[in-house]
C-alpha cells in the first residue's frame, strides 16, 4: 500500500441466502462511504464456497468514473443521499461487452 499506517473504518456482514435468484443490482461502494479521496479499499470475503456464477463481479476501473447515485437494494430506489453524484448509472447488463467484467 506504500502507506505508515491503515484503518478499518467499518465492517459489515451482508446476507443472501442459498439459491437466491435475484442479482444484486450494478453499484459502487464510494458513494456508501462518508469519506473522501482514492486510498480505501473494499473486500468480498465470501465465508461459505461460492461457485464462480455467483461470485462478486466488477467493472475493471469503474472506480476511475462517475460517481453514481446508489440505491436501495429492495426496489431499485434511490437511497437519498449524495445529490453531487450523478443519478444515471452505467447499464451494464445491457451491453455487458462494452466493459471489462471481471469476477
Not at 71 to 92: C, Q, Y
Request: glycine share 2%.
Amino acid at each position: 500500500m506504500f502507506s505508515e499506517q491503515a484503518r478499518l473504518y467499518h465492517d459489515q456482514m451482508l446476507v443472501k441466502k442459498f439459491r437466491t435468484k435475484q442479482m444484486t443490482h450494478w453499484y459502487q461502494d464510494q458513494p456508501y462511504y462518508n469519506i473522501e479521496g482514492r486510498q480505501n479499499v473494499s473486500f468480498w470475503i465470501p465465508v461459505d464456497p461460492v461457485p464462480l456464477e455467483w461470485t462478486l463481479e466488477l467493472v475493471a476501473v469503474s472506480h476511475l468514473e462517475n460517481c453514481y447515485l446508489p440505491g436501495t437494494f429492495l426496489k431499485k430506489r434511490e437511497s437519498g443521499f449524495l445529490k453531487a453524484v450523478s443519478r444515471n448509472p452505467l447499464d451494464i447488463e445491457a451491453d455487458p461487452d462494452n466493459y471489462s467484467v471481471l469476477s
